[in-house]
């Protein structure tokens, strides 16, 4: 009897002590944010380009599985592009509340065109006070496919065009470059990179822009 019981303590006592399982994220996938200003820069520069420029940006989510309100977003993406009156910088002592026009992804249906939505506002936060209009375009998104994870290219129809690539020994300019700029939502390992081409050409934010040969982009993931 006091041999049985000690066999059931120990196992008792084995399970107690074993990790318990994390839940699965509701949802996943990768994340791209391009801005126009440096993100990764000496502080020298970025403080010569504080409040005037750096008050542009766009933010890209491509789920890879998952949910939200209950309405699955696997393979989808969705683009915020968000223009402010400061400069982009620390969320947390300027979260930038400006305009966005949200671009959803045509493949999805009109329940999942709401949630995609509805997940770049929640994602974004205090960073998209007002939705302009929300479009819909052909999206072709592709991230990491270079070995080091920094090559993406994102095409959202005629509105968006963003290509990026790794960081190069010829990108460092000051030498005291640093990642200046936190990412400016919520994402896991982060990683600054090289913009070649970020242009937005709609209308409905009374502006466009193209810019060029900027360390001005973050990838990165996310999960919740």
């Not at 309100?69 to 915020?80: E, F, Q």
Request: glycine letters at 10%; charged letters at 20%; hydrophobic letters at 45%.
């Amino acid at each position: 009897m006091k041999m049985r019981l000690a066999f059931v303590l120990t196992a008792l006592a084995a399970t107690l002590t074993l990790p318990a399982k994390q839940p699965a994220p509701a949802i996943s996938g990768d994340y791209l944010e391009v801005r126009s200003c440096d993100v990764y820069t000496g502080a020298c520069v970025a403080n010569s380009e504080m409040g005037l420029s750096g008050k542009e940006g766009m933010l890209v989510w491509r789920v890879k599985s998952g949910s939200w309100n209950g309405t699955a977003l696997d393979g989808l993406s969705v683009v915020a592009i968000v223009q402010t009156d400061v400069t982009l910088g620390d969320v947390a002592l300027h979260p930038g509340a400006g305009r966005a026009l949200l671009v959803v992804d045509s493949r999805a249906s009109s329940q999942q065109r709401e949630a995609l939505a509805d997940f770049a506002r929640a994602q974004a936060g205090k960073l998209i006070k007002e939705v302009a209009v929300v479009k819909t375009a052909a999206m072709e998104v592709t991230m990491g496919r270079c070995s080091s994870g920094s090559c993406a290219t994102v095409k959202a129809g005629d509105l968006v065009e963003i290509s990026t690539r790794c960081l190069g020994g010829k990108d460092h300019l000051c030498g005291n470059e640093e990642n200046f700029y936190p990412p400016l939502t919520k994402v896991d390992g982060a990683f600054s990179a090289y913009t070649e081409l970020a242009a937005f050409r709609g209308r409905d934010l009374n502006a466009t822009w193209e810019l060029t040969g900027r360390r001005s982009a973050y990838l990165a993931t996310f999960a919740q």
